[in-house]
């Protein structure tokens, strides 16, 4: 007769103690983490789940148990590009890209290591770029200074020069402007810039 002992895995588990500083922080903000009962739509729409470490809809029940360094410590935050398909799919209506937004400012506030240094920096860059154009994104700018920040900082030549390739594509077909038309209102946007200490 066959031994029916259930295998049992030799892995400890350690039981997650719930903390409420983060929920609350977030309800505060109006992102209700809180109406989240773990459909994973979230998940099951997102383009980007093959690069993360945690899915979205992880990173959204590790919220709402205060579990802080786990979610400001994962990949996840930084690869989500805020296509918004995760909040558009919602049930309940929770703004699952905001809450990713969120995250990432609440990692560099608090000084935490950023596991995409490049998404970092580009969203630094793309910020610049805004501030600097007066309101509007002068595209060939961030370019530029993308792609030297690529090579002062040891990207292999064959990953600029690919860049750089799909830039001129992109400039060719007219999907990239070497001209920005400035706001009429530039002081209200840079109002905005100097408020948020940008």
Same mark, same amino acid.
């Given at each position: 007769?066959?031994?029916?002992?259930?295998?049992?895995?030799?892995?400890?588990?350690?039981?997650?103690?719930?903390?409420?500083?983060?929920?609350?922080?977030?309800?505060?903000?109006?992102?209700?983490?809180?109406?989240?009962?773990?459909?994973?739509?979230?998940?099951?729409?997102?383009?980007?789940?093959?690069?993360?470490?945690?899915?979205?809809?992880?990173?959204?029940?590790?919220?709402?148990?205060?579990?802080?360094?786990?979610?400001?410590?994962?990949?996840?935050?930084?690869?989500?590009?805020?296509?918004?398909?995760?909040?558009?799919?919602?049930?309940?209506?929770?703004?699952?890209?905001?809450?990713?937004?969120?995250?990432?400012?609440?990692?560099?506030?608090?000084?935490?290591?950023?596991?995409?240094?490049?998404?970092?920096?580009?969203?630094?860059?793309?910020?610049?770029?805004?501030?600097?154009?007066?309101?509007? +994104?002068?595209?060939? #700018? /961030?370019? *530029?200074?993308?792609?030297?920040?690529?090579?002062?900082?040891? $990207?292999?030549?064959? =990953? &600029?020069?690919?860049?750089?390739? +799909?830039?001129?594509? #992109? /400039?060719? *077909?007219?999907?990239?402007?070497?001209?920005?038309?400035?706001? $009429?209102?530039?002081? =209200? &946007?840079?109002?905005?810039?100097?408020?948020?200490?940008?």
């Amino acid at each position: 007769m066959e031994n029916k002992t259930p295998v049992t895995s030799h892995i400890a588990i350690q039981a997650l103690r719930p903390a409420y500083a983060l929920p609350e922080r977030l309800t505060r903000d109006h992102l209700l983490v809180s109406s989240c009962y773990q459909c994973r739509k979230c998940s099951g729409g997102c383009p980007l789940t093959f690069a993360m470490d945690l899915l979205p809809d992880r990173v959204i029940r590790l919220a709402l148990l205060g579990q802080e360094d786990m979610v400001l410590n994962c990949r996840t935050i930084w690869v989500c590009s805020s296509c918004e398909t995760c909040t558009t799919r919602c049930p309940n209506g929770i703004d699952i890209a905001g809450v990713m937004d969120w995250l990432k400012e609440a990692a560099v506030q608090r000084g935490r290591a950023i596991p995409e240094s490049d998404v970092a920096n580009f969203h630094r860059f793309f910020l610049e770029a805004v501030r600097d154009g007066g309101g509007r +994104l002068p595209e060939a #700018l /961030l370019m *530029r200074r993308f792609t030297l920040y690529q090579i002062k900082s040891g $990207h292999s030549a064959w =990953e &600029v020069l690919r860049n750089l390739k +799909l830039g001129w594509k #992109l /400039l060719r *077909r007219g999907r990239l402007s070497l001209r920005t038309h400035p706001l $009429h209102n530039k002081k =209200e &946007v840079s109002a905005i810039f100097k408020e948020s200490g940008f």
